[in-house]
């Protein structure tokens, strides 16, 4: 069976109607969330597949938004096809800029994706990479990047300070988190001219420093990233939920509603499957 008639039938068999689509819904956008297995990280932390199910049960209340799950350990051979068979995409995976850039084939589809103005949004070690040479092409695409051998990260309890001029922070207030966070990313090159916008800044050893954002590419379309979710518990904090939920939307152009998105779960969602 060839893989672009497997990928119909996938499709097709997804929800026609998703809950509380309305009439007058906006055009109808396809998202890949894109997972991996469990990497050496203890359990419930980098809990991956968890993570995008999760946040594919809230996607999927929006109306008009189709969600994709698909755990892409690589070498991932079908990824090309439904990458450009997508609106946007989600890296929640282990040291994701450099399984973005590893293959050509995969770096040309998400390449591919952006020029269309499709959404990327990258999540914690989803915005990783131990060596540099990831950092260029990660950036340009995404607008941060946590890459190189001298990159900074942190285990501490932060007072997370939401800045108030972003949509993506419409009904998040400040609060309290243990966490992970990645800092001092880098940045893309100033000559790509791409709008990045900070959104949650953390104090570390006295400094503010940015641990989400949210960037305008050239090419028309938008990126969002946030360094923290090292822990899985932590989707059980609101603020975390409708952080991730608005950045995913924010790239799909779709508006926040004042007050923010709604992002209630129930207990069983959290459920992490045994490794």
């Given at each position: ?9 996938l499709f097709a068999v997804l929800p ?260």
């Amino acid at each position: 069976m060839r893989l672009s008639f497997r990928l119909a039938v996938l499709f097709a068999v997804l929800p026609a109607t998703i809950s509380g689509w309305a009439a007058d819904a906006p055009v109808r956008r396809r998202v890949l969330l894109l997972g991996q297995k469990a990497d050496s990280h203890p359990a419930t932390t980098h809990e991956y597949m968890a993570g995008v199910r999760l946040l594919g049960l809230l996607l999927e209340r929006s109306p008009g938004i189709q969600t994709v799950i698909v755990q892409a350990d690589s070498p991932w051979t079908e990824g090309p096809e439904l990458l450009d068979g997508t609106d946007a995409a989600i890296v929640f995976l282990s040291e994701g800029a450099k399984w973005v850039t590893e293959d050509a084939n995969r770096l040309a589809a998400f390449q591919r994706l952006a020029n269309r103005g499709g959404g990327l949004t990258c999540l914690h070690w989803g915005m990783g990479t131990r060596e540099s040479a990831p950092i260029v092409d990660f950036t340009a695409l995404f607008g941060g990047c946590h890459g190189g051998t001298d990159r900074k990260y942190k285990f501490a309890s932060f007072s997370v300070k939401p800045l108030e001029t972003h949509p993506v922070t419409t009904g998040i207030t400040p609060f309290e988190v243990r966490d992970e966070f990645y800092y001092a990313l880098k940045q893309p090159a100033p000559a790509l001219k791409l709008k990045v916008a900070p959104l949650l800044q953390v104090s570390i050893d006295g400094t503010d420093q940015t641990v989400a954002w949210a960037c305008e590419r050239p090419d028309g379309g938008r990126s969002f990233g946030f360094s923290g979710l090292h822990y899985h518990e932590n989707w059980k904090l609101p603020q975390y939920r409708r952080l991730v939920l608005q950045g995913v939307l924010w790239t799909l152009n779709r508006d926040i509603p004042e007050g923010g998105v709604p992002v209630e779960i129930r207990q069983e969602d959290l459920a992490l499957p045994s490794r």
